[in-house]
């Protein structure tokens, strides 16, 4: 388990760690939520050092946005901009070929824009401890994936996201990172830095955004891709922060 917990370490984020220990790439979705937290804390720590240093909120937020996408390589953000241009030709059946082309079309160049700016605004405005938000937040977004693999039929029968859904586990897969998540959040409450009224709409939100944009996704496209498993991750992240800063 822990050579799978690795190389999903290395496989969904750029930290160069991969030399250092064997992985195994068999059923590594199941951890992408773990990674997320990781994510998130790498993220908290920076938003620490920055506010100590003194960097406005709006600043601190932008490169904070900035540092995310780099410590994914743009992976999710990459699909999340070649869902948009697929869902965007009228003609489904061109839909997957187009999502597939690596040149990016204009609605794609939106979606990003859209999601980047979301979370940078989302950020500035969070007035809850970024500590307990930024992990739980990368978490909600990867375990949404993890159900999206669980739920719904992959469209293609080789790609980058086809490993994940031939070897999937349901309901253990998918169990694992929800019941981390509720662990997380819980531990939060109990040390004082969740509120209960925004653990609560956390944990309501995590689950209403992730399963629903999955749930759309297949409802356009009949099914998933690696590419639709970027844009679930992406847009739960963006959404669910941007919902944060009500509480």
Same mark, same amino acid.
């Given at each position: 388990?822990?050579?799978?917990?690795?190389?999903?370490?290395?496989?969904?984020?750029?930290?160069?760690?991969?030399?250092?220990?064997?992985?195994?790439?068999?059923?590594?979705?199941?951890?992408?939520?773990?990674?997320?937290?990781?994510?998130?804390?790498?993220?908290?720590?920076?938003?620490?050092?920055?506010?100590?240093?003194?960097?406005?909120?709006?600043?601190?937020?932008? %490169? +904070? =946005?900035?540092?995310?996408?780099?410590?994914? !390589? $743009? &992976?999710?953000?990459?699909? *999340?901009?070649?869902?948009?241009? @697929?869902?965007?030709?009228?003609?489904?059946?061109?839909?997957?070929?187009?999502?597939?082309?690596?040149?990016?079309?204009?609605?794609?160049?939106?979606?990003?824009?859209?999601?980047?700016?979301?979370?940078?605004?989302?950020?500035?405005?969070?007035?809850?401890?970024?500590?307990?938000?930024?992990?739980?937040?990368?978490?909600?977004?990867?375990?949404?994936?993890?159900?999206?693999?669980?739920?719904?039929?992959?469209?293609?029968?080789?790609?980058?996201?086809?490993?994940?859904?031939?070897?999937?586990?349901?309901?253990?897969?998918?169990?694992?990172?929800?019941?981390?998540? %509720? +662990? =997380?959040?819980?531990?939060?409450?109990?040390? !004082? $830095? &969740?509120?209960?009224?925004? *653990?609560?709409?956390?944990?309501? @939100?995590?689950?209403?955004?992730?399963?629903?944009?999955?749930?759309?996704?297949?409802?356009?496209?009949?099914?998933?891709?690696?590419?639709?498993?970027?844009?679930?991750?992406?847009?739960?992240?963006?959404?669910?922060?941007?919902?944060?800063?009500?509480?």
């Amino acid at each position: 388990m822990f050579a799978s917990f690795w190389a999903s370490l290395t496989f969904y984020t750029t930290l160069p760690i991969y030399s250092l220990l064997p992985g195994n790439f068999h059923r590594i979705a199941r951890f992408s939520p773990i990674v997320g937290l990781i994510i998130g804390l790498i993220l908290a720590s920076t938003a620490f050092c920055l506010q100590i240093l003194g960097f406005p909120s709006l600043v601190e937020a932008a %490169l +904070g =946005v900035s540092l995310w996408v780099g410590l994914t !390589g $743009g &992976l999710h953000l990459d699909g *999340a901009m070649d869902t948009a241009d @697929g869902l965007a030709v009228t003609d489904p059946d061109r839909r997957l070929a187009v999502m597939a082309d690596s040149v990016t079309g204009a609605f794609g160049a939106m979606v990003a824009v859209l999601v980047l700016l979301l979370k940078t605004v989302a950020w500035a405005e969070c007035s809850l401890d970024l500590f307990w938000t930024l992990p739980l937040v990368a978490s909600w977004g990867r375990w949404a994936q993890v159900a999206a693999i669980a739920r719904y039929p992959y469209l293609k029968p080789q790609g980058k996201g086809a490993f994940h859904r031939q070897e999937f586990q349901s309901p253990q897969d998918w169990l694992l990172g929800l019941v981390g998540l %509720l +662990g =997380v959040t819980g531990l939060g409450v109990g040390l !004082g $830095g &969740l509120p209960v009224t925004a *653990a609560i709409g956390l944990t309501g @939100g995590g689950l209403a955004i992730g399963l629903g944009s999955g749930a759309w996704f297949n409802h356009r496209l009949g099914g998933h891709t690696g590419d639709t498993y970027g844009a679930v991750v992406e847009w739960t992240e963006a959404l669910l922060l941007s919902l944060l800063t009500a509480f």
